[in-house]
């Protein structure tokens, strides 16, 4: 069972990360179709997994990390990345199960935390990088308000070949609120 309700967006809530939610996590990043929009090459053990969430229960960095959940169940992860408060910035990270592709679950989560941060931890930018061939998610970022800053060619090496990455960025004041 996903962890307390943090955030609510128009169809998901964002929750907190619980050590129930190990295997969730490892069995959807391991999943082919999930990791080939990642940059995640290696497979995750679950007791990988189990530590990645227990640093993230500690509280050892200002990252932020929330399950998204449709109907209390658990559909994907979001995350603010790389935190760094002195400038106020943060790297927007997601993926969500197959099965809650095309829903608008992720648009919303995207939009629901980046205005958590923004409005609660007085964020001035978010940014977010995403390869070249994953469509669905630079959606995702340009829904949400976020412009296409520019291409890191041939950034990153998977299935056999480089492949370029595009960094999206999305400044207060800038949010599409969906209204």
């Known amino acids: 069972m996903p962890g307390p309700v943090f955030l609510r967006g128009e169809t998901v809530t964002l929750r907190t990360v619980e050590d129930e939610d190990v295997s969730f996590l490892q069995e959807t990043i391991n999943d082919p179709d999930v990791r080939h929009g990642l940059s995640a090459t290696e497979p ?33 992860i979001i995350g603010l990345n790389d935190v760094t408060d002195r400038i106020g910035m943060a790297e927007l990270g997601y993926w969500l199960t197959p099965d809650a592709w095309g829903n608008g679950y992720a648009t919303d989560a995207a939009r629901t935390i980046t205005e958590y941060a923004f409005r609660e931890r007085r964020f001035h930018r978010v940014y977010a990088k995403v390869f070249a061939g994953n469509e669905g998610s ?41 209204e």
Do not use: N
Not at 145 to 160: A, I, M, P, S, V
């Open 44 to 76: 995750i053990s679950e007791e990988a997994e189990r530590e990645w969430v227990e640093s993230v229960a500690s509280g050892e960095t200002d990252d932020v990390h929330l399950l998204v959940c449709v109907d209390g169940e658990a559909v994907g």
């Open 138 to 178: 630079q959606r995702v970022l340009e829904k949400t308000g976020f412009q296409r800053e520019g291409t890191l060619r041939d950034h990153w090496f998977r299935d056999g070949r480089y492949e370029d990455v595009y960094i999206y960025g999305l400044l207060e004041g800038e949010l599409d609120h969906g």
